[in-house]
């Protein structure tokens, strides 16, 4: 059975256009439920919690969201369900997450600026799981770079063989069209800017130099090749603007066309198919304390196979006895709040009451655990120490909730009581604070950590457990007990790997 869903997200650097593009996407497909306003039943929308203000104050999204939206195609309709992923240059491990929970990603570039650092590092998350990535060069309205020059880039440094589809027929004040090259034709504005159709013609007066460079384009580089796509080994290049609505047609026809449907997962050693009959899925985000009076959360699960119905009765991995999801959170659900069914790729949110959390499986049975959830190490790394000593056991029970949640990740070290925070972006240490003064009445302060960086220490237990005893000053627990190496600077990572080889020093842990 080949599944009319297309799972994604979009993938790029702030400001390359990733906001502007979702509009647009979302304008193709028609109605839509976003899901930065989910609702409960029969209520208004939630008063917000501090750390919401924090993203307007900001002016930016610290959340995913999922947005889901159809387009038929030849009498088959197909569900796009778009994944948001923060494009701010402080992310948080809910942007790698979300990123585990696509079947595919858009990767969006400026033409005018090329690879930029967030699209490389959210690439190379993409590239852990292979995620297939079809490359949408913005702003073609405005002058860019040369197109050789892009293309080049876009290949060695993310060393990925590229496909150019088109060729723009100049750019910024020059831009006349796009040349597509599988019909020959030219797709020239029509109508309005902003609200522009792309108008096909054929026979289009190409002037020559773009007539070479067309041609250059499609002998110099790889052709199309649908499974070296679907291995996360070739991009095939789009051009457009997505602020003047151009090019935008042919991106979501590529998706509709190319993209795959909902893949296998990996749980173990088995690979569990979308085909499967009984209804499985893995949670990746949890949305806590929407409503700063009531401890509600919202899983976000990733439905992997079966087909869903309102009412039933899954297991949570971490729970092992069944749950009922009565009032699913389906984005799909255009006119209703509360979704009937849903099919594998669909995201399902599941009001509960901490009892998902961050990497449960779900499953009818409670015979399948999805692996390959990872933990990422962190980047910054902060002591927290409490402004009121007494409160130690309401600070612990705060970082434990949050790092469930993958806001934050918390290291107890084995020697003292100084307990380490480690994020992957800034922002996350401003949520922190913010929440747990808000949520959890707690006053604290985050100071310099002897640390920069930290590693999942694998290896024989024999020889963990003589490294532990050597090196304990350096070493800390996470949150599920799991050993951790505290290191000083990268240098003292290598130093550390290059002595003990019969050790793994990993930058990433599956849960
Ligand atoms: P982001 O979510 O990736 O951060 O980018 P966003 O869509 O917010 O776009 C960043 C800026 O780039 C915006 O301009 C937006 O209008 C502009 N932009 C996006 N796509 C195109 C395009 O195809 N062509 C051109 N010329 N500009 C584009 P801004 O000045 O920051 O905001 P605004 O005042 O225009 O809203």
Known sequence: MTSNRRTFAIISHPDAGKTTLTEKLLLQG??????GEVKARGQARRARSDWMKIEQQRGISVTSSVMTFEKDYDGETITFNLLDTPGHEDFSED???TLTAVDSAIMVIDAAKGIEPQTRKLFEVCRLRSVPIITFVNKVDREGRPV????????????????PQM???GMGGEFKGILDFASGEVVVPEGPSKEYRGKRVAGFDLPDEVEENAELAQIGYPEFDLEAYRNGDLTPVYFGSALKNFGVTELIDAIAKYAPPPRPQPAGEEQISPDRDEVTGFIFKVQANMDPNHRDRIAFMRQVSGTFKRGMKLTPSGLGKPIAVH????FFAQDREIADTAEAGDIIGIPNHGTLRVGDTLSEKNDVRFTGLPNFAPEILRRIVLKDPTKTKQLRKALDDLSEEGVIQVFYPEIGAQWIIGVVGQLQLDVLVSRLEAEYKVGANLEASPFATARWIKGDAAAVKKFEDFNRANLAKDRDGDIVFMAKSPWDVNYQ???????TFSATKER
């Open 148 to 163: 050789f020059e892009l293309l080049d880039e876009i290949a060695d440094m993310l060393a990925l063989d590229v496909s």
């Open 497 to 503: 790997a290059e002595q003990h080889p019969e050790l």
């Open 30 to 35: 028609g109605a839509i439920h976003l899901a």
């Open 95 to 97: 942007t790698y997450r």
């Open 167 to 169: 060729y723009p027929v």
């Open 327 to 330: 009032s699913p959170i389906l």
